[in-house]
């Protein structure tokens, strides 16, 4: 399966379960891969073809910043059905992230996959 990717893509958005947490948003990095069957896009060059990945990213921007998720458990599962409703895509792997949030690392975070069927 043929994919297309978003890399990191910077939301600032309220997410997080302490107190100051919920105050002000924080950076929350997200990189999506969205798998889909390219042939037909790559044949035609004709944008009507493909993933849209400006729409894409748009969508998950603007969800990612007005939602208040507690957790990046539940901001990547929102953001994965927010990818799959794109017609030609048939599977994806959101990565949320919170750099930052723990001591010692760059960030943590969670990775997830979802496709039409499941």
Known sequence: MDQVFISDLVARGIIGINDWEREKPQEILINVILYA???KAGESDNINDCVNYRTVSKKVLAH?????????EALAADLARICLEMPTVQKV??????PGASRFSRSVGV???R????
Do not use: N, W
């Not at 792997?93 to 919170?98: F, H, I, N």
């Open 111 to 113: 990775e997830i996959e």
């Open 64 to 72: 990612a910043e007005s939602v208040k998720r507690y957790t990046v």
């Open 37 to 39: 069957d390219l042939s």
């Open 115 to 118: 496709d039409r069927d499941g």
């Open 93 to 98: 792997r959101v990565r949320v992230e919170k």
